[in-house]
């Protein structure tokens, strides 16, 4: 374990040096840990916020209501593992490990009420359970979850086929009663809200969606394949209607679905990190229409999902020093406590206290079509030229996209037998910008344009600052066009019109030394791009 022999002193000086990358996230505080650590859940009593961290060799429980000074409350030791999950239920935190060396913990559960006592108080559960006739001791689980009933559901135990054990914790939540179970296959995690259990099947590459009405009799009723077939994790939105999931191996999506058909459960998107494509994500997390996601040598990710079929990052902390492919870094991530804080678990590095601005993407649903008829054009190239969108249409005709950045962008579409166009248009953040692109078949009427924009030269096209360019156009056919100069960075930095009735135009430029852009447009949108250094 890489921290048994540093001194803490070696670990802080570490963690500190570390510097993350970032957007649109602040770190608030850290805690650090002489063992590697796993999973993070939050508590919140009376305004005070609690992280509960599982440990290799047990759970720690830390006080972040001073994010810049987290307290460790109490640490239960316990059997030595590198998988410890944890739930909490009204004022109790249950945490359950896997793979362990020694003697098991059980199910651990911590009054914490009792956190401020000298003494606070916590039990270790060892249910004995009845599969098929025989008495079996429950010892270990990767994974559990608590409903909003109050039934607690451990993922991957000692029993049998290591589905999912149910337990409700009403009666006594100090001593989990078992009342049921679903055995068909592995379930390596889950969620339940209602009468429905969502499993993610790692083993066997599939999401299930299972009917728990019945606690002793659970029934599936649909699956789906996940895009890397290694299904780690899955979560809910709020209204039901999405499930997103996590394939925990190298290149692995976050794939988003639409579950409002149980029979016919369809992927709507797929996203990757922006950290490179050969990371790996780890758990996902829904949070008022984002997703709130662990992703191991990336860190933190946050990303837009409230246009469903349209995935988009718009945030990001980098908690880990490492990166590529490997298991390293984040862990876990919790969204849900009341102040808006981020919990984030970094197996080497530690909790991160974390805050974000949550910002809302810009979405584009684009359509191109053929300006002769009308009918759409598939294989269509959508390409921003001061933006990050760069897809191809559909067989629809139709490209659905979005990205992090709001404003105006000059767009190129293209296809093969139709001429290149240049467009312009304006995203919101948090709306969606419907918009139709026009293409002319080749040697197809450019009549209108052509005399202008082809015609069109600029003299001289390198100049000192202060001077200016000449602007020299053909027939302007009773239109004025519209020119705009952009700096190298896509920021446009001056606008004007070109008078119909003039066929030279002067230019000044007073910017910095660089390289500019010169967009002449026609009043249909069509226009010629020219480049410009300033000296």
Not at 132 to 161: A, C, K, T, W
Not at 465 to 474: A, M, R, S
Not at 504 to 509: A, K, P, S, Y
Request: hydrophobic letters at 40%; glycine letters at 8%; a negative charge.
């Amino acid at each position: 374990m890489k921290y048994y022999c540093i001194a803490l002193l070696s670990v802080l000086s570490l963690a500190s040096s570390h510097a993350q990358s970032s957007l649109a996230v602040t770190k608030l505080g850290q805690f650090t840990y002489l063992e590697k650590i796993n999973d993070v859940w939050g508590w919140e009593d009376q305004g005070r916020e609690y992280a509960l961290v599982g440990v290799e060799n047990g759970l720690s429980i830390v006080e972040i209501s001073n994010p810049t000074n987290p307290v460790e409350k109490l640490f239960v030791p316990g059997a030595i593992s590198t998988w410890r999950d944890m739930k909490t239920y009204q004022n109790y935190g249950y945490a359950v490990h896997d793979l362990f060396s020694g003697s098991s913990d059980g199910i651990l559960v911590v009054d914490l009420s009792t956190l401020d006592n000298q003494f606070p108080s916590y039990w270790n559960r060892l249910p004995t359970i009845d599969y098929n006739g025989q008495q079996m001791l429950f010892q270990r689980g990767h994974n559990i979850y608590v409903d909003e009933n109050g039934y607690l559901y451990v993922f991957g135990s000692n029993i049998g086929n290591g589905g999912a054990l149910i337990f409700d914790l009403k009666p006594d939540p100090t001593n989990p009663t078992y009342v049921g179970m679903f055995d068909q296959y592995y379930l390596h995690d889950g969620v339940a809200r209602g009468d429905t259990l969502w499993g993610a099947a790692v083993t066997s590459g599939f999401f299930s969606a299972i009917n728990v009405n019945s606690k002793i009799n659970p029934t599936e009723l649909g699956r789906k394949n996940t895009p890397s077939g290694v299904s780690h994790n899955v979560w809910f939105s709020d209204d039901n209607q999405r499930v997103f999931t996590t394939d925990e191996v190298r290149a692995a999506w976050i794939a988003e679905y639409d579950v409002s058909d149980l029979s016919n459960i369809t992927e709507l998107d797929r996203i990757k990190t922006s950290f490179g494509p050969n990371v790996v994500p780890h758990n996902a997390h829904f949070h008022n229409n984002f997703l709130v996601n662990s992703y191991y040598t990336s860190g933190l990710q946050i990303v837009d999902v409230s246009v469903p079929g349209i995935m988009v990052e718009t945030a990001y902390y980098d908690t880990s020093p490492a990166s590529g492919s490997g298991f390293s870094g984040a862990w876990g991530a919790y969204p849900y406590l009341p102040s808006g804080r981020i919990l984030a678990s970094d197996r080497e590095q530690g909790l991160f206290i974390l805050s974000s601005t949550y910002p809302r993407a810009s979405f584009l649903v684009a359509t191109v079509l053929n300006s002769t008829n009308n009918s759409a054009l598939s294989n269509a190239r959508i390409k921003f030229l001061n933006g990050d969108i760069d897809a191809n249409t559909s067989i629809f005709g139709i490209v659905r996209e979005g990205q992090a950045q709001a404003g105006t962008f000059d767009v190129e579409v293209s296809k093969s037998g139709f001429i290149t166009d240049t467009f312009q248009v304006n995203l919101t953040a948090g709306q969606v910008n419907n918009v139709q692109f026009p293409l002319r078949p080749v040697n197809v009427g450019m009549a209108e344009l052509t005399p202008v924009l082809e015609a069109a030269k600029l003299f001289p096209t390198a100049v000192e600052t202060g001077g200016g360019v000449t602007l020299q156009v053909g027939e302007l056919l009773n239109q004025d066009l519209l020119y705009r100069i952009y700096n190298a960075k896509g920021a446009q930095v001056k606008m004007g019109t070109l008078n119909a009735a003039q066929k030279e135009h002067f230019i000044g430029i007073d910017f910095q030394s660089g390289l500019y852009f010169l967009k002449l447009s026609s009043a249909k949108g069509h226009s010629r791009n020219f480049k410009l250094l300033v000296r």
